[in-house]
């Protein structure tokens, strides 16, 4: 964890997502109490600080003298998903906000989701008991509470705390003299929370910067929180979305200057001045270590909750980065033979064989709860989106009504690969070997001699057959041959068995030809030699792949 001054002073920050709640944590900064208690309010953060807790100290966090909380609000979908950007960890703790009176809503729901897939503890507080009637209010509280933790039974907080607050009693018009009721006990069950989050200042530095404002005479300050790496003075920084690069002439923390700082700090950084209203969210990082891509292939996991399918070819609102942005999906998996596992996170490998799947598959059938099989998406951006490498992914479909009570985050993962290259689709993709099998299937006409027979109906007449000739197919007799051409016009043509036709294959074809030529028909009994001639005629497969990428659209047979 930086050190926060060169005073000595240190002072521990954990940063808690508020999720779900209408109301800003301005709640905490309201009442005289917590003003004593140095609560500030700064820029939609809240944050106050108490006295080291004893489990801290012993945990090994004796070089603080105390605790900060830094609130950060997260009121709606976008900004939700944008705290948890780039995949760096910087939320430690999930408070979330449920009205008592509405209980778990949509929105509620998918909170929850994206604190599963960044967070790993949360706190839930159920809000406005003062609109409870005195005398149900405790039995509604134990009703709510227990109808969360069914909720949440199935998710990585299970068991987790519930608290009943009134953070604003009489709603947000109400005069300040009403006291909030569990603010203490709120602070209280925070600080039991606590641990030691693990810090780590290596790696590019990302920045997420949520507000921004020019200091005359001094420079331009962006406020934020570090979410990967560190920064000093004289460091150079890069801003992005304006492609210029900027030096750091100041550093505060905690209103005190400092000469660095890193991962999960909140800090303000003084750089030389640019025009503040172009930045006013964003991101800031290490020069050259965001990149721009086009296209980009993730790992991909289905949100349980979603109840849509996930088709390829369809489009999805794709949130990487500081960014969310429309993308079209086309999902791929391992071919059935080749179900050897690799986890998630291994860089991607261009060097195996996929196979195209025309949507998300599930694991086995409606009835089982197997784990879906691995799988993988290609993400096609309508526009070019700037993002670190590793960033977690999350896939939904925002234009669902928010008040259709569904979930409307569909998948999840991370970024493996990028393409910057913005022709990747004739650059790129043709190294991507996804296939999808193919079969046709025709019928033999007759046989021309002992190694020879020709077929119909396995092509259309307009079809290019010189594309097929040489690939094998096999009789529904068993014998295997290769397409020796064309013949005729309409579409038939000749092939070659070299092992040569069975007796019993000839012997099936010469009576169906003489069959027909005797006019008879199915009626009458064929005699013993001769075996009944199949009302089925003998059938020809053809089986090959195709990659889905690859320029010439040839056919492969393994």
């Known amino acids: 964890m930086a050190d926060s001054g060169d005073s000595g002073t240190k002072i521990l920050n954990f940063n808690v997502g508020v999720l779900g709640s209408t109301a800003s944590t301005a709640a905490f900064d309201k009442n005289p109490q917590s003003r004593e208690r140095g609560i ?8 106050f600080t108490v006295e080291l807790p004893a489990h801290l100290r012993e945990a090994g966090g004796h070089r603080y003298h105390s605790l900060q909380f830094t609130l950060v609000d997260c009121p709606g979908h976008a900004s939700l998903i944008r705290t948890i950007i780039g995949g760096a960890q910087i939320i430690d703790l999930m408070m979330l906000v449920v009205d008592v009176v509405k209980g778990v809503q949509t929105q509620t729901a998918e909170c929850l989701l994206i604190g599963e897939l960044t967070c790993p503890r949360m706190v839930v507080v159920l809000n406005k008991i003062d609109l409870l009637p005195p005398n149900k209010r405790q039995s509604s509280i134990e009703k709510m509470t227990k109808r969360l933790h069914k909720t949440l039974e199935n998710t990585r907080f299970k068991d987790c705390p519930v608290i009943a607050v009134a953070a604003k009693p009489g709603g947000p018009e109400a005069p300040d003299t009403e006291e909030p009721q569990g603010v203490p006990e709120l602070i209280e069950l925070l600080k039991k929370q606590t641990y030691l989050p693990h810090r780590d200042p290596e790696g ?3 920045m997420a910067v949520d507000h921004c404002f020019s200091i005359r005479g001094q420079g331009t300050v962006m406020t934020g929180t570090i979410l990967q790496g560190s920064l000093a003075i004289n460091d150079t920084v890069e801003i992005p979305a304006l492609k210029v690069t900027k030096k750091v002439k100041s550093v505060q923390m905690f209103r005190k200057p400092v000469s660095g700082a890193m991962q999960g700090d909140r800090v303000g950084v003084c750089v030389t001045q640019f025009d503040p209203k172009l930045l006013e969210r964003g991101v800031v990082c290490a020069p050259g270590s965001l990149r721009t891509l086009y296209a980009a292939l993730i790992s991909v996991r289905k949100i349980g909750y979603f109840k849509g399918s996930l088709s390829t070819r369809a489009k999805f609102h794709i949130t990487v980065g500081h960014e969310t942005v429309m993308a079209r999906v086309t999902f791929f998996g391992l071919p059935p033979t080749d179900p050897q596992l690799c986890p998630l996170d291994t860089p991607f490998s261009f060097d195996r064989e996929y196979l195209y799947q025309e949507e998300y598959m599930t694991g086995q059938g409606e009835a089982s ?3 879906d099989p691995e799988q993988w998406a290609l993400l096609e951006f309508e526009r070019p989106v700037t993002c670190p490498s590793l960033s977690l992914v999350i896939g939904s479909k925002l234009d669902t009504d928010i008040h259709a009570n569904a979930c409307r985050l569909a998948f999840h993962g991370r970024l493996l690969k990028g393409f910057e290259d913005k022709g990747y689709a004739e650059t790129a993709l043709p190294q991507l070997h996804i296939y999808k099998t193919k079969h046709k299937e025709g019928q033999v006409e007759r046989v021309t001699d002992d190694y020879t027979v020709i077929g119909r109906n396995l092509f259309k007449k307009e079809t290019n057959l010189q594309l097929f000739v040489g690939l ?15 013949f005729g016009q309409s579409g038939k043509f000749k092939i070659r068995v070299s092992e040569g036709l069975h007796p019993e294959t000839k012997r099936l074809l010469s009576s169906t030809s003489k069959k027909k030529g005797k006019g008879g028909g199915k009626g009458e009994p064929a005699s013993e030699d001769e075996p009944k001639a199949d009302s089925q005629p003998i059938s020809i497969h053809l089986h090959f792949k195709r990659y889905v990428f690859d320029p010439h659209k040839k056919m492969v047979q393994s």
């Open 369 to 371: 709860s197997g784990p």
């Open 472 to 486: 094998k197919v096999t009789l529904s007799t068993g014998e295997t041959g290769s397409i020796d051409g064309g």
């Open 204 to 206: 590019d530095l990302l």
């Open 40 to 47: 500030t309010l700064d820029l939609g953060f809240s944050s």
